[in-house]
């Protein structure tokens, strides 16, 4: 099945400083997702973007589907950004069915 | 909308009972999906339903459990009997159908002891 991996596994900012997260899929995909799971463990959506760019607020996320990469961009880093953040794909034929990456954990310093 | 709503939030049972989880998918959805979450393996998908059909179970782990969706705004997930190894975070998500943005309840959090 597709493979998504995840990159950096865990990050450490200090506050105001910016960020890209990286998200890796190995087949074609139809859905990408951008979640970030908070410390009360809600998945909140960030971004739908099975390609090209969508900016909110700080936060903007690029899709390259040709290749077969995500980004997502945090600028101006405040401490309530701090959690997981986890890309999801469905490949071609899945039927919906999202698969998620192991995520990136970011910690955002005061 | 109230979004996907999910119950309990919190279920501590010992081992061998029978546990049910449940689900109201937002209105309009056609797609529910059942996740689990541990810190071995992250996310998984249980199983998913397209119009109240299941499309893909695969997920699931044992015969211990099973899922159903006897209506457009209702999912139950239940394990019979319960294992300590079934302790996690469960959700549930629903979407308007395929190429769609799927939306995650805030989970139930299972303790099996």
């Known amino acids: 099945g597709i493979q998504v991996e995840q990159s950096p596994p865990d990050l450490i900012l200090q506050e105001g400083a910016n960020s890209t997260l990286r998200c890796n899929f190995s087949d074609s995909v139809n859905n990408l997702q951008w979640f970030h799971q908070n410390p009360w463990g809600q998945l909140i959506n960030l971004f739908y973007i099975p390609s090209g760019t969508k900016q909110n607020g700080r936060l903007s996320a690029t899709t390259v589907a040709t290749e077969r990469y995500s980004l997502l961009y945090i600028s101006s880093s405040q401490t309530t950004d701090s959690g997981v953040y986890v890309c999801?794909?469905?490949?071609?034929?899945?039927?919906?069915?999202?698969?998620f990456g192991q995520g990136t954990e970011l910690s955002v310093k005061p | 909308d109230a979004g996907v709503i999910q119950s309990p939030r919190h279920e501590v049972t010992e081992m061998g009972q029978e546990v049910t989880l449940r689900c109201k998918p937002i209105?309009?959805?056609?797609?529910l999906f059942w996740y689990r979450q541990t810190m071995m393996r992250g996310l998984e998908l249980l199983i998913y339903f397209n119009n109240n059909v299941p499309i893909d179970d695969s997920g699931m782990p044992e015969d211990r459990f099973s899922a159903k969706m006897p209506n457009a705004s209702f999912s139950t997930l239940k394990i019979q009997p319960s294992e300590p190894r079934d302790s996690a975070v469960y959700f549930c998500?629903?979407?308007?159908?395929?190429?769609?943005?799927?939306?995650f309840g805030q989970g139930t959090r299972l303790t099996v002891v």
């Open positions: 209105s309009g959805h056609n797609s």
């Open positions: 999801s794909v469905e490949g071609y034929n899945q039927g919906g069915k999202l698969i």
């Open positions: 998500a629903s979407s308007p159908g395929r190429l769609a943005e799927a939306f």
